[in-house]
Structures are given as C-alpha cells and as structure tokens.
C-alpha cells in the first residue's frame, strides 16, 4: 500500500478490540450492537511523524490506555469492506483523524472539563457521538485509540474553563456518579494532540 494513500487496512486478529467494544457497551437502554468490521489504521507520511511524536510522548509519561472516540462521518468510509481509503473532505471529522491526527482546534468549544480530546472506556458512551452525514448508511463507525493519560487528575466537578491539565498532570478523568462525581460513565480528557493516537476503526449496527 501507498504510503501516500491514508488508508485503514484489516489485520487477522480482532477478538480484543471486538471483545473491548463488546464489554464497554453499558448503556442498559441501548441495543446491543453487532461488530460488522474491524480495521486497523494503516498511516500516511503525516500519520508516521504524527506516530512518531505520540511515542515519545506516550514513553514519557506512561499510562497509556485503549479508549473509545465517536465523531462525525461525512463520506461512506468502511461501509463496505471494499472501501478502506479516508477521504479528503473537511468536514469529515473522522476521516481527518485518520489521515493524521486529532486536532485541538477542532475541539474547540463548550465541555464539561474545557477544550480537550475526550475519549472513554464505555463503547456505548462514545456512540452518542459516532453520527453520520448520510442517515442512508446502515453502520456506524468508532476510533480505537491508544491515549496515554500519564498522571491524571480525578475530577469530582465540572470546570468548563480549562485549557490544559492542572499543575503537575497530564490529563484529567471524570469521576463517576458512584464515585463522588458528574458523570454516569467513564471519560477521560487529554489536551494535546501528541497524547492520543488513533489505533483502529469499529464497524458496527444497532
């Protein structure tokens, strides 16, 4: 494959990413979805130098962990097994993550902990926001990162006006309801680009 063609490409096993996405689907009112596909992200030049700075960042501080993201699909990427190229459109969300990175720019606006890249343990919680610009197609999609939290700062109550991680922490993670916290789910916020790397894409139905 063309190191110039950003693209996602299927490796043989899958069983711990469609077992992670499985048991992370916690929402009782949701249906239980079914894994039509997974593909692993295969990196253009862009993506490598992006790869690149995550490592050194993911080495540096450590507590690297696999989370989900859902955000928005423009195109009919992994619609069909066939289909496996990103595409170039703008304001294809998913697709800019792909053919590069995150970009904090793009997660500019109101959040419960400020402009960050969220990203969560609950599968079923990320697909509030795995949404589609064609409601034809029969799938959704999900990111499968590698996030690499380091020291993160348990947060009890929301702050909407940060900008970074507070003093001496890498990332923040929302305490839950049972926990003394805001939040019915797990999430986790980190505020760089360098700190999350897209890994895989989950195809699936509900």
């Not at 540096?60 to 989900?68: D, E, H, K, P």
Request: aromatic share 10%; glycine share 6%.
């Amino acid at each position: 494959m063309s190191t110039s063609t950003p693209a996602i490409t299927r490796k043989c096993s899958i069983r711990e990413v469609a077992k992670k996405f499985l048991d992370g689907w916690k929402h009782p009112h949701k249906t239980k979805p079914t894994v039509k596909n997974i593909f692993y992200v295969a990196y253009s030049t862009k993506g490598l130098e992006h790869l690149a700075k995550f490592s050194d960042y993911s080495n540096r501080v450590g507590n690297t962990q696999m989370l989900f993201h859902g955000t928005r699909r423009a195109c009919r990427i992994a619609e069909y097994p066939t289909n496996v190229t990103a595409c170039s459109r703008n304001d294809c969300n998913l697709c800019n993550i792909l053919r590069g990175s995150y970009n904090m720019e793009r997660a500019k606006g109101a959040r419960m902990f400020g402009p960050g890249i969220y990203s969560t343990l609950v599968s079923s919680k990320a697909d509030d926001y795995s949404t589609n610009s064609d409601t034809t197609l029969r799938t959704r999609v999900m990111i499968v990162n590698h996030v690499a939290l380091g020291r993160s700062k348990t947060m009890y109550e929301a702050s909407h006006d940060m900008q970074h991680a507070p003093h001496l922490y890498n990332s923040v993670t929302a305490a839950t309801y049972p926990e003394g916290g805001k939040v019915n789910y797990h999430e986790a916020v980190v505020y760089r680009e360098d700190a999350i790397c897209a890994n895989a894409i989950v195809i699936y139905s509900v």
